[in-house]
C-alpha cells in the first residue's frame, strides 16, 4: 500500500486507515519492536497531512502498540518477559474458552475447513516459515470465529495484535513452527470429537507450550 484507496474512505476515516496500515507493517515484519516511526515517511507513503499519522499514533499508543516519548518521538514497543507472561496467559484463557464454546457445536463441514488450514499450514512450512507465520495467525483467528462469540473475538484479537511484537521471533525458525503444527492437528482432533473439555485442553496447552518456546528463544 502507498496510498490510501479513495473506496475505503468512504467508510473509514483517514486516521482509522493510517493505523490499519501501521498494523499491517508490524505484523508483516516490516517494522518491528524498538523500531522507530517517523511522520514525514508515513506523510509521504500514504499521501495525508500529519494530523491522522498523529491521531493513529495516539490509537496504537492506546492499544499497547506503540509507545510515545516526549521529546524523541514514536517507537514500537519492545515487551519485556512479564509482559509477555501476562499477554500469553490471557491468550490462553481466551483460547480455552474458545475450545469449550465451540466443541460441542462445531459442524462437520467447520472440521473440514480447519483440516484445509492444517494442510495449507503444512505447505506453507515446507516452502519456508515466511508464509507460515501469517497462516498460523488466521488458523487460529478462524478458530475463534468460529464460535460465534464477537466479543470474544473482539478482545482475542487485541491480545494477539500486541503479541505480534512477541511471536514472530519463535516463528522465525523451524524450531518454533514443527512442534506447533504437531499441535495444531491435536487441537482439530480435539474440536472434530465435541469434547469441550478436550478442545479447551489442547487450545490451552498448545499457548502454554508456545510460552516455553519463547522462553527458550528468548534466553
Known amino acids: 500500500m502507498t496510498a490510501l484507496d479513495l473506496d475505503f474512505l468512504q467508510t473509514r476515516t483517514v486516521p482509522d486507515l493510517v493505523q490499519r496500515e501501521i498494523l499491517r507493517m508490524i505484523k508483516s515484519g516490516e517494522i518491528g519492536a524498538g523500531d522507530k516511526l517517523n511522520e514525514i515517511t ?4 500514504l499521501r495525508v497531512s500529519r494530523a491522522p499519522i498523529r491521531e493513529a499514533f495516539r490509537a496504537l499508543e492506546e492499544a499497547g502498540l506503540v509507545k510515545l516519548h516526549k521529546n524523541r518521538g514514536v517507537y514500537v514497543r519492545e515487551i519485556g518477559e ?3 507472561r ?3 496467559d490471557l491468550r490462553a484463557t481466551l483460547d480455552e474458552m474458545a475450545g469449550r464454546q465451540l466443541a460441542p457445536c462445531v459442524t462437520d ?4 475447513d480447519l483440516r ?3 494442510d495449507r499450514l503444512e505447505a506453507a512450512a515446507s516452502a519456508g516459515t515466511a508464509g507460515y507465520f501469517p497462516l498460523n495467525i488466521a488458523f487460529h483467528d478462524r478458530i475463534v470465529e468460529m464460535t460465534g462469540n464477537a466479543t470474544l473475538l473482539e478482545f482475542y ?4 495484535d500486541r503479541m505480534h511484537l512477541l511471536r514472530r521471533r519463535s516463528f522465525d525458525t523451524e524450531y518454533g513452527s514443527s512442534p506447533s503444527r504437531l499441535e495444531h492437528g491435536l487441537i482439530v482432533a480435539a ?3 465435541r469434547n469441550a473439555e478436550a478442545a479447551a485442553s489442547a487450545l490451552r496447552q498448545h499457548v502454554v507450550n508456545g510460552f516455553k518456546r519463547f522462553q527458550s528463544l528468548a534466553a
Open 157 to 160: 484479537r487485541r491480545v494477539i
Open 86 to 88: 501476562e499477554l500469553y
Open 109 to 112: 463441514e467447520q472440521i473440514a
Open 82 to 84: 512479564g509482559e509477555a
Open 191 to 193: 474440536l472434530a470429537s
Open 42 to 45: 508515513f506523510t509521504e507513503r
Open 116 to 118: 484445509r488450514w492444517l
